[in-house]
C-alpha cells in the first residue's frame, strides 16, 4: 500500500475521527477528574492511574477503527465489508453520512463536559475557600535569626534557636509552620517580607536577632503580618543561657496567642518543655544540628560528634538520642557509612530517643525511614512516618522521607 492509499484508507476506516474524538473525550475525562476528585478526598495515584489508563486505551482505540467497521449488520471486521456491495451500498453511504456528522457531536458534548466538571470543580464547594483563608490566617515562616555575637563561631546558636521555635511552633496542628530547610534562602535579606511570605505561601513572618555572650543570651523578636505590614507583636529577652527553653517557649506560646491558634493538653505541654537541664548538653546539640543540615559527610560526622558528646552529658537528653540516629540514617546515602553497619545503630540510637521520650517525632521518622530503605518494612515504615507526623504535624523531614 502506497502512502497515499494508506492516508486514504485511515480516513475511509474513520481512524481520523476516532483519533480526534477520543482525544477530546480523554481530555475531558482527565480535566473532569482532576477538578472533583480531591473534592471527596479520592487519592492522587488513583486520579494519575486513571490518566495513565486513558493514554493507554488511545492506540488501542486507533486499532480498534482500523479493523472493525459498524454496519446494518453489527460490529465486522472491515477487510468482511465490501464497501461496493450493491446491496448495502446506499446504507453503508448514508451511515458514512451520519457518521461524518456524529463525531463533530461528541466533540461538542466532550467540551460541554469538560467545562462543566471545571466549573464544579473550581466553584462549587465553596466552603473549602473559606477554610482556606482560615488556614492561611495561621500559617508563619521563622526567617534565620541574626547572629549578633562579637564571635561568629555563635552562628550555631542563633541557627539553632531559630530551628527550635520552629520545632516547637511546628507541634501545634492548629499552625501551618514552614520550615527551616525552606526559610535558609531568605538570610541575610528579608528586605521584602511581602514577596517572602507570597513564596512561602504564609501570611505572618518571625524575625528575630540573637546575642550570646558567655553565661547571657540577649533575643530580639517581631512578629508581623507580611501581607499588611503591620506589627502583631514584638519584644526582647535578657537571660541566662540557662534560661533559653524558657525563652523560646515563651515565644511560641505567644505566636500561638496572637495568631489565636488552638491547642490541645498535649501541644500545650509540649510548648512548655525543657528537653534538659544541662545547657552545656543542649550547646553540643545545638552544634550536631546545624552541622546535620549542611548534608555532607564531613559535616555529618561532625554532627555525630556533637550529639555524642550530648547524649554523653546528658544520657536522658532524648533528642541527642534522635540526633545521632538522623545522622546514622544520612551516612549510608552520602558514602560515609557501610549500610549494615550503620542502620543498626540508627535503629538502637532511635529506639532509645523513643523509649526517653514518647511524644518525641523525630526518631519516628529515622524508623521509618529504615524501615524503608533497609528493612523493607513499608507496612512499619508508614506507621512510623504517620506516627512521626502525629506527633510533630509540622515536622518537614518526616514529611520529605
Not at 107 to 118: E, N, P, Q, R, T
Request: net charge negative.
Amino acid at each position: 500500500m502506497n502512502q497515499r492509499n494508506f492516508f486514504a484508507e485511515l480516513k475511509r476506516r474513520n481512524v481520523y475521527k476516532v483519533a480526534v474524538a477520543y482525544i477530546v473525550a480523554g481530555w475531558a475525562l482527565s480535566q473532569g477528574i482532576a477538578q472533583v476528585f480531591p473534592v471527596f478526598d479520592i487519592p492522587n495515584w488513583l486520579i494519575r492511574f486513571i490518566v495513565v489508563l486513558i493514554v493507554i486505551g488511545f492506540p488501542i482505540a486507533l486499532v480498534l477503527a482500523w479493523a472493525f467497521e459498524l454496519t446494518p449488520e453489527g460490529l465486522k471486521r472491515t477487510e468482511d465489508v465490501d464497501p461496493f456491495d450493491s446491496r448495502s451500498g446506499q446504507v453503508l453511504a448514508a451511515q458514512g453520512r451520519r457518521k461524518s456528522h456524529a463525531w463533530v457531536y461528541v466533540v461538542i458534548v466532550g467540551a460541554l463536559f469538560s467545562i462543566g466538571l471545571f466549573m464544579l470543580g473550581r466553584y462549587g464547594f465553596p466552603e473549602k475557600s473559606s477554610s482556606s483563608n482560615e488556614a492561611l490566617a495561621k500559617s508563619i515562616a521563622v526567617l534565620p535569626f541574626g547572629n549578633l555575637s562579637r564571635d561568629p563561631d555563635n552562628e550555631y546558636f542563633a541557627a539553632g534557636m531559630q530551628d527550635e521555635i520552629i520545632t516547637r511552633l511546628a507541634q501545634i496542628s492548629d499552625l501551618k509552620v514552614i520550615s527551616c530547610s525552606s526559610t535558609q534562602r531568605y538570610k541575610g535579606r528579608a528586605e521584602n517580607l511581602r514577596q517572602i511570605a507570597s513564596e512561602l505561601g504564609v501570611t505572618n513572618i518571625l524575625e528575630g536577632s540573637v546575642q550570646k555572650a558567655n553565661d547571657e543570651v540577649h533575643v530580639n523578636v517581631q512578629l508581623l503580618n507580611a501581607l499588611t505590614d503591620s506589627h502583631l507583636w514584638a519584644d526582647t529577652f535578657d537571660r541566662k543561657l540557662t534560661d533559653v527553653f524558657g525563652v523560646e517557649s515563651e515565644i511560641a506560646k505567644t505566636i500561638a496567642d496572637t495568631l489565636r491558634a488552638k491547642l490541645t493538653g498535649r501541644e500545650a505541654a509540649t510548648l512548655s518543655a525543657r528537653p534538659t537541664e544541662n545547657s552545656a548538653a543542649h550547646e553540643l546539640y545545638l552544634k550536631g544540628r546545624f552541622f546535620w543540615n549542611k548534608r555532607d559527610t564531613t559535616d555529618l560526622e561532625k554532627a555525630l560528634t556533637y550529639f555524642q558528646q550530648a547524649a554523653k552529658e546528658d544520657p536522658n537528653y532524648a533528642l541527642a538520642w534522635s540526633g545521632i540516629a538522623d545522622v546514622y540514617v544520612l551516612l549510608p546515602l552520602f558514602g560515609g557509612a557501610n549500610p549494615s553497619d550503620a542502620y543498626p545503630k540508627a535503629k538502637e540510637a532511635a529506639n532509645k530517643a523513643t523509649s526517653l521520650d514518647p511524644n518525641l517525632g523525630e526518631p519516628h521518622a529515622a524508623l521509618g525511614l529504615i524501615g524503608n530503605i533497609f528493612d523493607f518494612d513499608f507496612a512499619l515504615s508508614i506507621r512510623e512516618f504517620e506516627k512521626s507526623i502525629a506527633l510533630n504535624p509540622n515536622y518537614d523531614t518526616a514529611h520529605h522521607w
